[in-house]
């Protein structure tokens, strides 16, 4: 007899014959059903187990029980591991009332014919049910995994009974695991093998549970978890939430002939040599679907290798990226490697398949495999690598690029308008270089480049206004602003303009707001001045976003011109210079960036 506490005991038996769980999830270290039961001034039992154990169960009842009877059963799941014996239960006691949900007993029904209509209590989420000493309080999770799971809280014993959740592939015989047990390991194949697409239900059970004192949880399968619980709540967490568990990359491959094996072989290599922590290589042929399903959702990045077959993927493959979607499979960067020898698609069906996921993130380049691995599907697949890397790269003390000054680009810059009047007329400036640097008093610094009218405008007037443009502004606003001189070009001609306080203008359009700036004081920077200002007026007008540099890089600007062309590129404005080598005092024409702003043709 094994007891759990002074009331809880175990009746539950392994099962060491299964072959296949559920008739596909293999269990080379068999199953558990748990059974519990609560002896208190009343009786309770939770749940029965697998039909071919109904007689090493009642024979755990009956030692348990001595010469008492039950005085309930309650049936958490009515997936037959856990509800076959639910007759046999009560024939051999027939006083005890089955307790369930509504949609239980039509689910008993269904099995047995009959909803035990004499003998049956119904409760509802949230009631209670007492023992004596200690009440029961029913809570509903519906499908974790079935619609009528419910778990049962016991506060004497601050033991929630936990249905299929926290559950383990693996004979547990009624143990408690302990911290030395790879629990994750098999837990982590169950969880996503047969609740994995639940997670949003199971979340709404964490929340549930986490209103309550709960120092022991009893699962229906696998072991009694009673210490350390945080560490099993966090990983059903992450899990229930879709976060990656552990930093590496799955590559999973398909192969007839051994060549897009040799190309995900390679690919492995690769990540490894970059420093990727975990490489996992998997033939989706020959390795057990469920554990590579597991490992999809425990890494947070997956390459799919497969070729193309009868003008779609090889059925392997097909079968784990439909395995994966029906798991809400999400928040994953996932790369292809495809072969084929004559119309290779298969990297365009397998995306297909994605097509429902949620944030999915492709990485470039696709590898396309003509039959076998080329010269230039190696250099592909050393570029794979180095992207999928680059974190990991870039994370590394001595595999860094240290020196890599583009990380100035990752700033967050909005684009702004700044507006003066030199005496004569209005003037207006595209900066992205405005940011509150205070705000007891509010306070705004501006960085403008000293070979701008601007700059010697608000140098001798102390005053500017700050337009702040919205994602609407169109590449006209930066080529009226932006890209020529307000000391030989009126930027607002022939317009109606609109003034502030302090009398210089405010855009009319294509911003969400502005502010009246005070030159409080300057700061030399050598090629630029910094003009530290208070505010002095400061209107929104809309709620529309603020226009970034990097959404006007991919949204705003006409994609350069560079189609046959040699030399650079500028990266704010697209303005082509054409030659060898860019002087590096070189200055745009239109939009007065320097050389460091210019990149290569490629
Ligand atoms: Fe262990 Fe959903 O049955």
């Keep these: 007899m094994k007891k759990i506490t002074d009331s809880i005991y175990y009746a539950g038996v392994d099962d060491l014959t299964i072959d296949l769980f559920e008739g596909q999830y293999k269990v080379p270290e068999g199953m558990s059903y748990n059974s519990y039961v609560i002896v208190d001034e009343k009786i309770a039992v939770f749940d029965t187990v697998d ?17 008492r009877k039950p005085d309930y059963l309650v049936v958490q799941h009515m997936e037959p591991d856990h509800s076959a014996n639910i007759l046999s239960f009560s024939k051999v006691y027939p006083g005890a009332k089955i307790v369930g949900n509504a949609k239980t007993f039509t689910m008993m029904k269904q099995f047995f014919g009959t909803d035990f209509e004499d003998s049956r209590v119904v409760v509802k989420d949230g009631d209670t049910l007492s023992l004596g000493s200690r009440s029961l309080t029913f809570v509903f999770a519906p499908m974790v995994h079935w619609p009528e799971v419910m778990v049962t809280y016991d506060a004497a014993d601050k033991a929630l009974f936990s249905a299929d959740g926290f559950g383990k592939f693996g004979a547990a015989g009624g143990e408690c695991a302990k911290p030395e047990d790879d629990w994750a390991c098999e837990a982590r194949r169950y969880y996503f093998g047969i609740v994995g697409k639940y997670g949003a239900q199971v979340q709404a059970l964490l929340k549930k549970a986490a209103g309550l004192d709960i120092e022991k949880i009893l699962p229906l399968h696998g072991p009694i978890l009673s210490e350390n619980l945080p560490y099993y709540l966090n990983l059903y967490n992450l899990w229930s939430s879709y976060m990656p568990e552990t930093e590496g990359i799955l590559v999973a491959y398909t192969s007839v002939y051994g060549n897009t094996k040799k190309a995900a072989e390679l690919l492995a290599d690769k990540l490894r040599e970059k420093g990727c922590p975990k490489v996992v290589l998997t033939d989706l042929a020959r390795t057990d679907m469920a554990e590579n399903v597991e490992d999809a959702f425990r890494y947070p990045k ?13 059925p392997y493959m097909r079968e784990f990226i439909a395995h994966l979607t029906e798991r809400n499979y999400q928040k994953r960067t996932v790369a292809f490697i495809e072969n084929g020898s004559w119309a290779p698609m298969a990297a365009k069906t397998m995306k297909a398949m994605f097509e429902k996921s949620k944030d999915l993130i492709y990485v470039d380049p696709v590898v396309t495999l003509k039959s076998a691995m080329s010269d230039g599907n190696k250099e592909q697949i050393e570029k794979l690598a180095s992207e999928l890397c680059r974190e990991y790269v870039a994370q590394s003390p001595d595999k860094a690029d240290k020196n890599d000054m583009t990380a100035l680009f990752r700033i967050g810059y909005g684009l702004y308008v700044v507006t003066s009047n030199d005496g004569k007329r209005d003037n207006g400036l595209i900066v992205n270089t405005v940011s509150q640097v205070t705000n007891t008093p509010n306070r705004v610094a501006v960085c403008i480049n000293k070979q701008n009218y601007s700059h010697h405008i608000i140098k001798q007037t102390g005053i500017m206004n700050v337009n702040c443009l919205s994602v609407d502004a169109p590449f006209s606003v930066f080529e009226n602003f932006g890209f020529r001189s307000g000391r030989s070009a009126d930027k607002f001609e022939g317009q109606e303009v609109l003034r502030s306080d302090n009398g210089l203008v405010f855009l009319p359009k294509f911003i969400n707001a502005f502010m009246s700036l ?53 990266k704010v404005c697209g303005y082509v210079y054409e030659g060898e080598e860019l002087p590096e005092d070189f200055v745009c024409p239109l939009c007065k960036h320097g050389a460091a702003d210019f990149e290569p043709i490629a």
């Design 51 to 67: 039909v071919r154990f109904s007689h090493e169960w009642l024979d755990n009842l009956a030692e348990i029980l001595g010469d």
């Design 302 to 314: 997956m390459v799919l290798a497969t070729t193309t077959y009868n003008a779609d993927i090889f």
């Design 518 to 570: 005070k030159v409080e004081s300057y700061v030399d920077l050598d090629t630029h001045g910094m003009f530290i200002c208070t505010v002095t007026e400061a209107r929104v007008v809309s709620d529309r976003e603020t226009m970034t540099y990097t959404y006007y890089q991919n949204n705003v600007k006409p994609k350069p011109q560079t189609e046959g062309k040699k030399g650079w590129v500028c």
